[in-house]
T-cell receptor, first 110, second 116 residues
Framework: SQELEQSPQSLIVQEGKNLTINCTSSKTLYGLYWYKQKYGEGLIFLMMLQKGGEEKSHEKITAKLDEKKQQSSLHITASQPSHAGIYLC??????????FGSGTKLNVKP | DVKVTQSSRYLVKRTGEKVFLECVQDMDHENMFWYRQDPGLGLRLIYFSYDVKMKEKGDIPEGYSVSREKKERFSLILESASTNQTSMYLCASNNKRLFYSNQPQHFGDGTRLSIL
């Protein structure tokens, strides 16, 4: 959606390398969510960020929300082939209305 | 863990048919959603429901209807299927958002629908 801009659109990295995906909004986000989608499958919820400056980690994936609550980043450390897929950010902006970014396709070369 | 189950992973139907896509969630969530996902267009909201028998139009409701007779089940209906409705359909659910309490949506595995 235009409410959430995600970058880059696609990414190819060598296994073991670090990478960052960004999600930006022109409006304040009430909640920011990161999802992973394997090709042809549903979205898997990864993490939720609510407070400005919040940071969460799960295994080798770290997500941060900036102080203004308008930008989030997803960082993968020492990428593995299992990290490959499409990463989408989603956000609450209005009551019970979610917006989603267009997604970042990640390929990890062994 | 939250479980959202869509009745079919793959479905092939013919133009003009009435098509039903079923979604069931097992977490007593108030809200349920139907999206379609197309390359280059991302996820687009078709309809959502915040209670039994309640429904709200999303961004692209034309050609679709929904039914929510029970809390756990949300059905998407293509009244007269057309080829431009060939897509990946995703169902999601979450709890009602309380003051300062955000609730992520949880998704099913998707139904890849082809209309011939």
């Amino acid at each position: 959606s235009q409410e959430l801009e995600q970058s880059p659109q696609s990414l190819i990295v060598q296994e073991g390398k670090n990478l960052t995906i960004n999600c930006t909004s022109s409006k304040t986000l009430y909640g920011l969510y990161w999802y992973k989608q394997k090709y042809g499958e549903g979205l898997i919820f990864l993490m939720m960020l609510q407070k400005g400056g919040e940071e969460k980690s799960h295994e080798k994936i770290t997500a941060k929300l900036d102080e203004k609550k308008q930008q989030s980043s997803l960082h993968i450390t020492a990428s593995q082939p299992s990290h490959a897929g499409i990463y989408l950010c989603g956000a609450d902006m209005n009551f019970n209305k979610f917006y989603f970014g267009s997604g970042t396709k990640l390929n990890v070369k062994p | 863990d939250v479980k959202v189950t869509q009745s079919s992973r793959y479905l092939v139907k013919r133009t003009g048919e009435k098509v039903f896509l079923e979604c069931v969630q097992d977490m007593d969530h108030e809200n349920m959603f139907w999206y379609r996902q197309d390359p280059g267009l991302g996820l687009r909201l078709i309809y959502f429901s915040y209670d039994v028998k309640m429904k709200e139009k999303g961004d692209i409701p034309e050609g679709y209807s929904v039914s929510r007779e029970k809390k756990e089940r949300f059905s998407l209906i293509l009244e007269s299927a057309s080829t431009n409705q060939t897509s990946m359909y995703l169902c999601a659910s979450n709890n009602k958002r309380l003051f300062y309490s955000n609730q992520p949506q949880h998704f099913g595995d998707g139904t890849r629908l082809s209309i011939l």
